[in-house]
Nanobody, 122 residues
Framework: QVQVVESGGGLVQAGGSLRLSCVVS????????MGWYRQAPGKQRELVAG???????NYADSVKGRFTISRDSAKNTAFLQMNSLKPEDTAVYYC????????????????WGQGTQVTVSS
């Protein structure tokens, strides 16, 4: 079993900052890319930021210049630093890890966390 746990969400005023963390544990052998997604009420889940095993990053246009994704590969952890938050950033934020599970060699799968709520008040 592979577990993905997000933390760091909360309530913050517009203009404030939050740092989300995502830890992958259990029978994970290797992790390729990791990403942060979000889903607001009544909307589809969307990619916020992604990072490859080599450190290449990509961002949604709506968060460029405000959010920064990073990872500590040795600890199977990813972070999302969110600055200058806006009310429209309010959503449940999910972490996705693309990797290989021990015993399921050569099968690349996506593992999702349960999400962490981010609420930005105006």
């Amino acid at each position: 079993q592979v577990q993905v746990v997000e933390s760091g969400g909360g309530l913050v005023q517009a203009g404030g900052s939050l740092r989300l963390s995502c830890v992958v544990s259990g029978s994970i052998f290797s992790i390729n890319a990791m990403g942060w997604y979000r889903q607001a009420p009544g909307k589809q889940r969307e990619l916020v930021a992604g990072i490859t095993s080599g450190g290449s990053t990509n961002y949604a246009d709506s968060v460029k210049g405000r959010f920064t994704i990073s990872r500590d590969s040795a600890k199977n952890t990813a972070f999302l630093q969110m600055n200058s938050l806006k009310p429209e950033d309010t959503a449940v934020y999910y972490c996705d890890a693309e990797g290989v599970q021990i015993g399921r060699w050569s099968i690349l799968e996506n593992y999702w966390g349960q999400g962490t709520q981010v609420t930005v008040s105006s």
